[in-house]
């Protein structure tokens, strides 16, 4: 079985430019979270998508982050303009509906660098 | 809202002897799940130890090992016999049944020494 995958694993952009970032959760599993790691600090949680629904988008820092969940599979994570603190390492996790729901697989990551 | 902490940002260890990782919580709940994940470098992050809330019973996986004091709000990770390859950034985290989110420590840079 595939497990959660990332893309791409690493990026370098100026600052006010675009990034995409991409998930593809285990399959099956309609839970799908994206985490944050600043450097040096606590992984910090962003949203959780049930399906293709925001269930939790408290961690979203501004409106320059726009994730997206289409047809319930992949997401996306954009962020438009980035600034210098955007910098971190983005974790996606995926996990089961119900009782196991707890129960988060981890991507690699995405190591972006905001010049 | 729930709060991890880690107090050790970096620990070394002696090839096969043991370490213990710290971690403390705050939380007003009283059903709730704790984790240990380890991240080795450039790899995956994956779960190596978990412990629910309502169990005394310390979780043990092989040379994996927790300290659960509830009442103290701690939840520590022994290593016995520390092999080269538990080298790698240990971060503790809290799930929230509430909140249905996990909470992290800061993380623990572990450096194994041959």
């Known amino acids: 079985e595939a497990g959660v995958t990332q893309f791409p694993s690493h990026s370098v952009i100026e600052k006010g430019q675009t990034v995409t970032l991409r998930c593809d959760p285990i399959?099956?599993?309609?839970?799908l979270y994206w985490y944050r790691r600043v450097m040096g600090k606590e992984i910090k949680f962003l949203l959780h998508?049930?399906?293709?629904?925001?269930?939790?988008e408290s961690g979203m820092p501004n409106n320059r982050f726009l994730a997206e969940r289409t047809g319930g599979t992949y997401s996306t994570l954009k962020v438009q303009p980035a600034e210098l603190e955007d910098s971190g390492v983005y974790f996606c996790?995926?996990?089961?509906?119900?009782?196991?729901?707890?129960?988060?697989?981890f991507g690699p990551g995405t190591r972006l660098t905001v010049l | 809202a729930q709060t991890v902490t880690q107090s050790q940002p970096e620990m070394s260890v002696q090839e096969a002897e043991t370490v213990t990782l710290s971690c403390t919580y705050d939380?007003?709940?009283?059903?709730?799940?704790l984790f240990w994940y380890k991240q080795p470098p450039s790899r995956q992050m994956i779960l190596v130890i978990r412990?629910?809330?309502?169990?005394?019973q310390n979780a043990t996986e092989n040379r994996f090992s927790v300290n659960f004091q509830k009442a103290a709000k701690s939840f520590s990770l022994k290593i016995s016999d520390s092999q080269l390859g538990d080298a790698a950034m240990y971060f503790c985290?809290?799930?929230?049944?509430?909140?249905?989110?996990?909470?992290f420590g800061q993380g623990t840079r572990l450096t194994i020494n041959p």
């Open positions: 399959s099956g599993h309609d839970n």
């Open positions: 412990q629910e809330a309502y169990k005394q």
């Open positions: 996790a995926s996990s089961p509906m119900g009782r196991d729901i707890y129960e988060q697989f």
């Open positions: 985290a809290y799930w929230s049944q509430g909140a249905q989110k996990l909470v």
């Open positions: 998508f049930v399906k293709e629904s925001k269930q939790d």
């Open positions: 939380t007003s709940e009283s059903d709730y799940y």
